[in-house]
């Protein structure tokens, strides 16, 4: 497969396909969908040769597609239901040649599911990637798709699951829920946010032979375990010292949050920082961790007096005291490369001279809001970042002059560059508090080690979620996950990553 890192919006799907069908004179696109998806079925999820395969078409090109699917598996010998309601004269003409070819041999279709229960597998080639906000899923397909989520027999989405945005991820109305979704051409960036890791479960890319960038070119990419391993530093050599790997600030630990603060410093030392001094906020702060005497606890005003600080990340139990606020002030002034989060970037959606200050920085400055900061960052709501991840993420980094790191399903990194990826590690494990905390602390640190401050956040995003899967595999599940117990699994992941390179594995498939 070709180009398999690339991601693209629908609008750019539809610009590759047209400008493949005007130069090429092969077998057209959908006869090669079909028959991949009819071999993936076979190949992944059919057991035995003459299975009971029901197949839902739509009323366009995704129906098509399913048409094609149909033909190919009847011909290998396996029983073949196909569900399709839809004015056959209305089909689109790719659609209308692949319903006639399935006719022709001898197939039919039926207006509406049959009563069955016992369906070896199930295919859905409803809806493509046509679904809208103002054309959503209503009626009879509505209650087709609540019908197939009810079957217990393995699901295959035929470019994206059945009522799933495809360049957002939202759910328009009901969404079919994939065993696994066999995508053509591009990944699209419904598949990988927000509700789209939770509905196209285990997720193939099929490219039909075509080289997408030849096409298109592509702003937005996979965040994988294949990206984050060129983005590793240098195993470390054996004349150095704890000057070589940096120093990180951490201002926060307000009363109250003092363990945020301390979350982040940990993650900061564990994962490869010569030094980490915390600046605490709250009064009758500790002057020193038992459980980690390493850190070296300051007073705020102290961080700023250090001249080895090659990171400051802010934000950690930050607080919204006016305290807190000149202290981030103070900071906007540095010259540090700058990581906020938390109440940090709380700071800078309420009080406008901070965000005047973080537009005109000439430093790098990292955000790393989760959507509810994010939504108060653009003066909106949840459900709008939430329904445009990927637009609110560009947008974010483009208003205040930095990189970012959106949280949530699909982590969206967006770069001052206008390049964007979107994070294939972590688990719903990271709902916890604290998680926030160790990222940023992450991130510091691999900064502090030498990485472009990018490549350090993506990088750092990748390992933050993949210390939370390896920690998913060990507890059976991710109940009860605790911030401070992905600090020791990302360090081993990294030191792995970095000495142990032929162990490092890519769990996905594209």
């Known amino acids: 497969m070709n180009n398999t890192d690339a991601v693209f919006f629908t609008t750019e799907i539809r610009e590759i396909e047209q400008l493949a069908i005007n130069q090429s004179d092969a077998p057209n696109l959908m006869e090669k969908a079909g028959r991949a998806a009819a071999k ?50 209305h089909l689109p003409p790719d659609a209308h040649n692949a319903l006639q070819q399935w006719l022709a041999i001898e197939g039919s279709v039926q207006p509406d599911i049959p009563e069955q229960s016992d369906w070896d597998l199930v295919i859905d080639g409803l809806f493509g990637i046509g679904l809208t906000p103002e054309r959503p899923l209503q009626g009879q397909y509505l209650d087709w ?39 053509f051409i591009g990944l699209k ?38 990206l984050a391993q060129s983005l590793l530093p240098p195993p470390r050599p054996s004349n150095s010292h704890k000057g070589t790997f940096g120093s990180v600030g951490i201002l926060g630990g307000a009363n109250g949050m ?27 702060a500790p002057t020193v961790d038992t459980t980690q005497p390493e850190l070296m606890l300051r007073s ?103 990189h970012l790191v959106l949280k949530g399903a699909g982590s969206i990194c967006a770069l001052q560059d206008g390049s964007q990826y979107i994070n294939t590690s972590g688990n719903p494990g990271l709902s916890s508090a604290g998680t926030g905390d160790i990222l940023s602390g992450i991130i510091g640190a691999l900064i502090c080690q030498g990485l472009n401050p990018d490549d350090a956040l993506l990088l750092g995003v990748h390992l933050h979620g993949a210390a939370a899967d390896e920690l998913l595999n060990q507890q059976h599940g991710p109940l009860g996950m605790t911030a401070s117990e992905i600090i020791p699994c990302a360090r081993e992941l990294l030191n792995q990553w970095i000495y142990h390179p032929k162990n490092f594995s890519e ?4």
């Open 40 to 89: 993936i079925a076979r190949n992944k999820l059919l057991t035995h040769n003459a299975s009971n395969i029901l197949i839902l078409a739509g009323p366009g090109n995704n129906g098509g597609d399913a048409f094609v699917v149909a033909r190919y598996l009847k011909q290998w010998g396996h029983h073949i239901t196909v569900v399709f309601a839809a004015d056959p004269e």
């Open 507 to 510: 769990e996905k498939d594209f």
């Open 258 to 284: 003092v363990g945020a603060a301390l979350l982040a410093g940990k993650a900061a030392l564990h994962l490869g920082t010569g030094r980490v001094y915390l600046g605490l906020i709250a009064q009758n």
């Open 145 to 183: 798709i609540n019908t197939v989520n009810k079957i217990n027999a393995p699901v295959l989405s035929l470019d994206i699951p059945s009522g799933l945005g495809s360049d957002n991820g939202c759910i328009y109305g009901a969404v079919i829920r994939a065993t696994l979704t066999v995508t």
């Open 189 to 226: 960036p419904g598949l990988l946010t927000h509700s789209g890791p939770e509905y196209c479960g285990k997720l193939l890319l099929s490219d039909l032979d075509l080289t997408t960038t030849q096409f298109q070119t592509a702003h937005t990419w996979v965040l994988n375990n294949t």
């Open 300 to 402: 705020p005003n102290d961080i700023f007096k250090l001249d080895a600080i090659n990171c400051l990340v802010v934000g950690p139990g930050f607080g919204m005291e006016s305290g807190a606020q000149a202290l981030l002030n103070f900071a906007l002034d540095t010259h540090h490369t700058l990581v906020l989060d938390a109440d940090a970037l709380n700071q800078i959606a309420t009080h406008q001279p901070l965000a005047d200050k973080l537009k005109q920085r000439q430093a790098i400055t990292i955000l790393t809001p989760h959507p509810a900061e994010a939504a108060r960052l653009l003066n909106t709501d949840v459900a709008t970042i939430q329904n445009d991840r990927l637009n609110a993420a560009q947008k974010i980094a483009q208003a205040f002059n930095c």
